[in-house]
T-cell receptor, first 115, second 112 residues
Framework: DGGITQSPKYLFRKEGQNVTLSCEQN?????MYWYRQDPGQGLRLIYY???????QKGDIAEGYSVSREKKESFPLTVTSAQKNPTAFYLC??????????????FGPGTRLTVL | QKEVEQNSGPLSVPEGAIASLNCTYS??????FFWYRQYSGKSPELIMS????GDKEDGRFTAQLNKASQYVSLLIRDSQPSDSATYLC????????????FGKGTKLSVKP
């Protein structure tokens, strides 16, 4: 089965803790993305990566970090510097960002709550 | 003007009716568009993409793109209660980053 997996489904964080959200895809896609969704809001781009070992900041990168050591994996770390991390986090992938017709496909999401 | 704009709704239609969802976009958005459906608490799933001016049909769904007026719409024929969800419109941004830009979504409620 091809697809995108995210884990965990639910995550609880204490104040001052760093937490890492996992995203894995077996679609052989080059590009991967992380979005944040708050209630009543659209999706906001945190980071994206077009190829292995390269990534760029999106619109709201402050307080987050990523790595792209493997094509299949794009983990997101929510650091203690992120002041309001409670949100629904979505990982997506696409074949490659070179074409403007590139379709993004989403994983099931991780819901992060700060206690 | 926001880059991709949608009426947040809720849009309420009776079962069996046609639901019409609209989206407008700015000059900063390219003319490749996507409609995603998102059920409450779930992730977005792709319904349709449209790249060319005109209509594109897929089952009960029809996407329409009007480049001159800068709007894209999604029609759902024979609406079912299972179509009740938030519908997200997205288009690729122009410029060096060229990332997918999402509207805030329109919540659709189909009443039995």
């Amino acid at each position: 089965d091809g697809g995108i997996t995210q884990s965990p489904k639910y995550l609880f964080r204490k104040e001052g803790q760093n937490v890492t959200l996992s995203c894995e895809q077996n679609l052989n896609h080059d590009a991967m993305y992380w979005y944040r969704q708050d209630p009543g809001q659209g999706l906001r781009l945190i980071y994206y990566s077009q190829i292995v070992n390269d990534f760029q900041k999106g619109d709201i990168a402050e307080g987050y970090s990523v790595s792209r050591e493997k094509k299949e994996s794009f983990p997101l770390t929510v650091t203690s510097a992120q002041k309001n991390p409670t949100a629904f986090y979505l990982c997506a992938s696409s074949i490659g960002q070179k074409a403007t017709r590139d379709t993004q496909y989403f994983g099931p999401g991780t819901r992060l709550t700060v206690l | 003007q926001k880059e991709v704009e949608q009426n947040s709704g809720p849009l309420s239609v009776p079962e069996g009716a046609i639901a019409s969802l609209n989206c407008t976009y700015s000059d900063r958005v390219s003319q490749s568009f996507f409609w995603y459906r998102q059920y409450s608490g779930k992730s977005p799933e792709l319904i349709m993409s449209i790249y060319s001016n005109g209509d594109k049909e897929d089952g009960r769904f029809t996407a329409q793109l009007n480049k001159a007026s800068q709007y894209v719409s999604l029609l759902i024929r024979d609406s079912q209660p299972s179509d009740s969800a938030t519908y997200l419109c997205a288009g690729w941004g122009l410029g060096s980053q060229g990332n997918l830009i999402f509207g805030k979504g329109t919540k659709l409620s189909v009443k039995p």
